[in-house]
């Protein structure tokens, strides 16, 4: 029977890499058979004799592949190690992403069986062993999770602080909805950019009172901004890095978001739309009526230059940053320090 990848590059190329698993399970297999360590003199302790604190200082070296590989079944000890909470306060799947074809019809996606099968066995191993205590969860954008996946995981973090988005494809409203409920201790939220946004920041205003900081990864056009000064008139921290942005739009939540302190829009293509027939124009730099408006920030973070490498790709990318043509990770970059990944 095919084995079922646990390794983020069988996740991404969908290959065996026979020869590194059968190293694993060696390495693996001489854990856990139990074999005598030694100390010294013709006596020997067991592996299942290490102190708890021990075993979790050594799981937490291990990623969420090798925590959800099958250590917790190797002895009682094992598994109350594999349960401590100091080991689940992130949940990073940031390394998986799915493999799917494009299609024409909604959700414009098809996702590979296989994919989503490793996704939900290391959902559930994961979720069970953390008994709760996730605070931080970051997705990759470009793994679509289903919405059961999202719903399933959603109801097993009920002490979230910070969520890092998937894809929106697969997930529909009414789960968003019902994961925003259940999140009331959601402070951070980065997101891939949505058509309709208001309903998910009305359901971030009424479920998650500390809510106070937003990445969104993608275009920033008015109604976007108008929804943000609508429903979260509190937020302290925004960045609409590598993304288009309307100078209208970025006029609106300086004008209306009274309560920010940073505001980063560092490699943006800041575009002016002047009444017709005149066509728009990307800004080569942020004028007086901006900067004035920005002076009540504490940060205002900007890059707006010709020879920045990360402002020529916004401008080729036409404001839509395709993060998958550059290098592994760069997505996770942030000027801001609390939006890093």
Not at 31 to 52: A, F, N, P, V, Y
Request: charged share 25%; aromatic share 8%; net charge neutral.
């Amino acid at each position: 029977m095919a084995k079922i990848p646990t390794t983020p590059q069988d996740w991404d190329t969908g290959t065996n890499q026979k020869d590194k698993e059968e190293e694993e399970e060696q390495k693996f297999s001489k854990m856990t058979q139990g074999h005598e360590m030694e100390d010294g003199d013709s006596t020997g302790r067991k592996w299942e004799d290490l102190d708890i604190d021990i075993l979790v200082k050594i799981f937490q070296s291990f990623d969420v592949f090798e925590l959800t590989s099958g250590l917790a079944q190797v002895c009682s000890t094992w598994r109350l190690a594999c349960c401590d909470p100091l080991l689940w306060k992130n949940l990073d799947l940031s390394m998986m992403k799915s493999n799917f074809i494009k299609i024409p019809l909604e959700p414009f996606v098809y996702v590979d069986n296989r994919s989503d099968k490793t996704l939900t066995r290391v959902l559930k191993i994961a979720l069970n062993l953390s008994r709760g205590s996730i605070l931080t969860l970051i997705f990759h954008f470009n793994l679509y999770v289903s919405d059961e996946q999202f719903t399933y995981t959603a109801e097993r973090c009920p002490r979230l602080r910070r969520l890092v988005m998937p894809a929106w494809n697969r997930i529909k409203r009414a789960g968003m909805c019902r994961a925003i409920s259940l999140w009331e201790d959601l402070e951070s939220l980065t997101m891939p950019s949505i058509g309709n946004p208001s309903y998910l920041m009305d359901e971030i205003a009424k479920n998650c009172k500390n809510f106070s900081e937003l990445k969104i990864m993608g275009p920033c056009d008015i109604l976007c901004a108008t929804t943000l000064v609508t429903h979260l008139p509190n937020l302290k921290v925004l960045s609409l890095r590598c993304s288009m942005l309307l100078k209208d739009a970025l006029i609106i939540i300086l004008e209306g978001l009274r309560q920010l302190q940073v505001l980063n829009i560092s490699h943006c293509l800041v575009v002016e739309v002047p009444p017709p027939p005149a066509p728009r124009k990307a800004l080569k730099q942020l004028d007086k009526s901006i900067l004035d408006r920005a002076s009540h920030l504490r940060e205002f973070l900007t890059c707006i230059n010709a020879s920045c490498i990360m402002c020529q790709r916004t401008r080729s990318d036409e404001g839509l940053l395709r993060w998958y043509r550059y290098e592994e990770g760069l997505w996770k970059v942030d000027e801001v320090r609390s939006l890093v990944i």
